[in-house]
C-alpha cells in the first residue's frame, strides 16, 4: 500500500513550537518532491513548504520563512517539518503529499492540487 502518515501535530501556545513528521510506507520518499500544506476552517487549502526530490531546494509560503524549516531523513523514510515561533494563524489541519513521480521540482506546491499521495492530516493548534 501506498500511504503517508503525519504526525507530531497538537496544541501549543503562541510562541511554541512543534515537528510534524510524514512518514511513508510503500514507496520511498526519496523518489518524490513532497510538500506540507494546510486548511483552516473556512479557507483554501494553502501551500506551506515544499522539498523537490534531489533535496536541492525548498520553498517556503512567505508566512512561514523564517519560523519553519522541512527537511528529509532518507534512512527513515520521513519528511519533517519544524514549526517555530507559532502563531494562531498557523492553526488548522497539516497535510503531507507526493508530488508525480515525473516532477522534478515542487511544480504546483502552492496547491497540491496535482499531488498525488496524501496523509489523512494533523491537527496544529495554536492558542493561549
Known amino acids: 500500500q501506498l500511504q503517508l502518515v503525519e504526525s507530531g501535530g497538537g496544541l501549543v501556545q503562541p510562541g511554541g513550537s512543534l515537528r510534524l513528521s510524514c512518514a511513508a510506507s510503500?514507496?520511498?520518499?526519496?523518489?518524490?518532491?513532497i510538500g506540507w500544506f494546510r486548511q483552516a476552517p473556512g479557507k483554501e487549502r494553502e501551500g506551506v513548504s515544499c522539498?523537490?526530490?534531489?533535496?536541492?531546494?525548498?520553498y517556503y509560503t512567505g508566512p512561514v520563512k523564517g519560523r519553519f524549516a522541512i527537511s528529509r531523513d532518507n534512512a527513515k523514510n520521513t519528511v519533517y517539518l519544524q514549526m517555530n515561533s507559532l502563531q494562531p494563524e498557523d492553526t488548522g489541519v497539516y497535510y503531507c503529499?507526493?508530488?508525480?513521480?515525473?516532477?522534478?521540482?515542487?511544480?504546483?506546491?502552492?496547491?497540491?492540487?496535482?499531488?498525488?499521495?496524501w496523509g489523512q492530516g494533523a491537527q496544529v493548534t495554536v492558542s493561549s
Open positions: 522539498i523537490n526530490k534531489n533535496e536541492d531546494d525548498a
Open positions: 510503500g514507496f520511498t520518499l526519496e523518489n518524490y518532491a
Open positions: 503529499a507526493a508530488a508525480p513521480p515525473s516532477y522534478y521540482s515542487c511544480a504546483g506546491w502552492r496547491t497540491g492540487n496535482d499531488y498525488i499521495y
